[in-house]
């Protein structure tokens, strides 16, 4: 049985259509990215996924479950984190993931036992005292991930779980959902804009532009189908000048200067040692060679760019 | 019978009312004001002030039933409050009781925006409309009841010291056994039909004042002469509470949707 699955899921808003035929299949196990700026629809899907918004037309399940039809047996199995849902401030962060627990059905002491070691994972421990009221953004987003994951949860859908956090907050919270993601056999679904991250963490992707589903599939089969090709990046000594040098066409394009390297596109990385050669043979004397595989960021772009008629709004998504 | 999960959503419930420092006053407050101090004050000044040359005081008294018009002034007229404004008072405890719980725990979750995260729980959407209903009512009821104590207490020492016979009477027991807990009801089911027309706490909250008007109506149209408030006429009043709250409980049981509280943005 698929993780989640959408055919032809849309919803529209008044006029403005948030997401539009969406088709996905998310097998279980593993963590899909969800890729997309704001305003691509990332959240509308999560929100459709977990019962929150019906869709206009189309359906959606989580593990054979319709969110639409029965959203409670949805969340009995599925935990969600979203930025719009808030926990209750007057209440310690304690207080709160027990509630969430029993909420799920848990019995006190087995209640109790979870919001423990989710709050000593998680780094809350120290803080469990504290009304929520009082919590700082990581925290509360730390929170946030212990109540979707409180129920032990086989599909975990984060809606921008770093959003508003630094570095070193961000870079914490991912390595902690792609921890739960590995040991608890959890499938995690991540809405996300943060190109970096997901790289990092998530074993297949979906990339969403203007509600629609414009690729999907593993990093590799997203690399091949918008053709991004790894570069051979030189470093002439005395800062050299490539420009004169013309390479074999069908190793490689045209050279050009970035920053003091020069950059060209191979056909295939192995190509790399013939070009090499080649720029040596040719008398330069190349200081430094280096092979650079494309990134996610990368292939997002130039997937984005294969799509006119959408708007480009590749740059937001640096992550 | 409820879940354990709807306990879990009762216990949390309770917890937010108590944190309110609005709802704490008026479940506290309130009831204190309207069935302890105001009633012994009332008491007081039937004690204290010399009634026979008041003015009006024969036209007041005129209100008695047949069978008390040997009451003196003092009696006659601490009978008349004890039926006619003492039971208005105590009836604004069972519906302000349960409005102002209902409207913490219904309109206060869309305002702090924790309905959602709330709706995110494996409870059905039924399940979350029982519990708080059942928070509300019960809040409600062990308000009501302490104040119904409490006011016995008052009336009972104004009984002895008057020398009149025990207060409670065919018009108080429908107060109690129907009336009381028709409000109860209302209170909170009218809460949650203007949950989804309001945005805060204190608007809901708000619309509460304008259903308390026509039972203000019934207890201050006796003084003009135009009916008695008897037995009678609170079995009438009941039915049509009850009425209503059957109306609005089925009415808020087909329209609790997450659609309908749910302030989705246009989000990305």
């Known amino acids: 049985m698929e993780a989640v699955t959408a055919v032809q899921l ?47 037309s189309g359906e959606c399940s989580v593990l054979g479950c319709s969110p639409a039809k029965d959203p409670a047996a949805v969340h009995a199995v599925c935990g969600v984190m979203l930025a719009s849902a808030r926990p209750y401030a007057h209440m310690t962060g304690q207080q709160n993931l027990l509630f969430f627990a029993q909420a799920a059905g848990m019995a006190e002491k087995a209640a109790e036992r979870r919001v423990s070691e989710l709050m000593k994972d998680l780094e809350l421990w120290d803080e469990r005292e504290r009304p929520v009221s009082e919590y700082s953004t990581g925290m509360l987003q730390k929170l946030s991930l212990a109540r979707a994951l409180v129920n032990y949860p086989s599909v975990l859908l984060l809606d921008e779980p770093t959003s508003g956090l630094d570095y070193e907050s961000a870079h914490a919270l991912h390595a902690l959902v792609s921890q739960f993601a590995a040991r608890e056999d959890t499938t995690v679904l991540l809405g996300t804009s943060m190109m970096h991250y997901a790289q990092s963490i998530c074993t297949a992707y979906g990339i969403l532009e203007g509600g629609e589903l414009v690729a999907s599939g593993d990093f590799q089969s997203l690399r091949e189908a918008a ?35 020069w950059r060209a596109e191979l056909r ?31 292939v997002y772009k130039r997937t984005l760019e294969q799509h006119p008629g959408k708007e480009g709004t590749a740059d937001a998504h640096a992550g | 019978m409820l879940t354990l999960a709807e306990h879990a959503l009762i ?19 309130v009831p204190i004001g309207l069935v302890v101090v105001v009633p012994a004050l009332f008491l007081a000044a039937v004690c204290l002030v010399p009634l026979e040359q008041a003015a009006g005081i024969q036209e007041m008294l005129s209100l008695l039933p047949p069978h008390l018009q040997h009451y003196n002034a003092q009696q006659g007229l601490f009978y008349l409050l004890t039926n006619t404004l003492f039971p208005l008072f ?6 302000m009781a349960s409005a102002v719980s ?37 809040l409600s009821f062990v308000t009501t009841a302490i104040s119904f ?60 004042a304008y259903v308390a008007l026509p039972f203000l109506l019934l207890y201050i149209a006796p003084f003009t002469g135009l009916f008695r408030v008897n037995a009678t006429v609170l079995l009438l009043a009941a039915a049509v509470v009850w009425l209503c709250d059957l109306f609005l409980w089925i009415y808020d049981r087909r329209t609790f949707l997450p659609e309908k509280f749910l302030n989705a943005p246009l989000e990305d």
């Open chain 2, 102 to 138: 209902a409207s913490c725990i219904f309109a206060g979750e869309k305002e702090r925006r924790t309905i959602e995260t709330l709706l995110l729980t494996p409870l059905r959407v039924r399940q979350i409309f029982r519990a708080k209903l059942a928070c509300c009512l019960s």
């Open chain 2, 11 to 29: 216990r949390k419930d309770f917890l937010e009312i108590w944190s309110s420092k609005m709802a704490r006053a008026t479940l506290i407050a």
């Open chain 2, 149 to 208: 104590g409490a006011f016995t207490i008052v009336a009972s020492v104004g009984d002895i010291m008057l020398g009149m016979s025990f207060f409670l009477n065919w018009s108080w027991l429908v107060i109690i056994l129907l009336l009381s807990p028709g409000l109860m009801v209302f209170g909170a089911v009218f809460m949650v039909f203007a949950f989804n027309r309001t945005s805060s706490r204190i608007e809901s909250f708000q619309t509460v």
């Open chain 1, 268 to 298: 295939d990385e192995e190509e790399m040692p013939r070009l090499l050669r080649s720029i040596v043979e040719h008398g330069y004397d190349v200081l430094e060679a280096r092979l650079v595989e494309p990134t996610l960021e990368d």
């Open chain 1, 10 to 56: 849309t919803k529209t808003y008044g006029e403005v259509q948030a997401v539009r035929d969406l088709t996905l299949h998310v097998p279980q196990g593993g963590v899909f990215g969800l890729l997309g700026a704001q305003g691509a629809g990332k959240t509308t899907v999560i929100r459709m996924l977990c019962g929150l918004t019906k869709p206009t």
């Open chain 1, 227 to 261: 053709g991004c090709r790894a570069h051979a990046e030189f470093r002439l000594s005395g800062g050299e000048s490539l420009e004169g040098f013309r390479p074999d066409e069908t190793l490689a394009t045209g050279l050009l200067e970035h920053n003091g390297w």
């Open chain 2, 90 to 95: 105590f009836l604004m405890v069972p519906l």
